[in-house]
């Protein structure tokens, strides 16, 4: 079952290759020795071997919205909020990073990759 549209301030984008919640790193040790993780967290979408417009189109977007500081991005729902399966959370606050572009093959772009940071899923 495919994700409904990933949107950054109401603008569908293209559905990534890949999504993830990056890995988070521990803030720190409670006495029992069990790590504290921040309720806050990144994501990352990454697609493969994409057309040139379609890397335009995502450049575009991001050189729209960069200076407007957060965002609003609709993303696949971090597992502790959802509960269900291949929900997908709304969620404000959300700081962009430029898209990175990897090496071409031919015209085509064989990455691109976008962070989305400060995500609070708590």
Do not use: C
């Amino acid at each position: 079952m495919p994700f409904d549209p990933y949107r950054i301030d109401g603008n569908q984008i293209l559905s990534p290759t890949t999504f993830r919640w990056t890995p988070a790193h521990p803030l720190d040790v409670q006495g029992d020795g069990r790590p504290i993780y921040s309720g806050v967290r990144n994501a990352e979408l990454k697609w493969v071997l994409v057309s040139y417009s379609d890397w335009s189109n995502l450049q575009h977007l991001y050189d729209l919205v960069r200076s407007t500081g957060s965002h609003v991005v609709e993303i696949p729902a971090f597992p502790t909020a959802s509960g269900s399966a291949y929900a997908m959370g709304i969620y404000s606050g959300v700081l962009l990073a430029e898209p990175v572009i990897g090496p071409f093959f031919q015209e085509y772009p064989q990455s691109v990759t976008l962070l989305m940071l400060e995500i609070v899923t708590e």
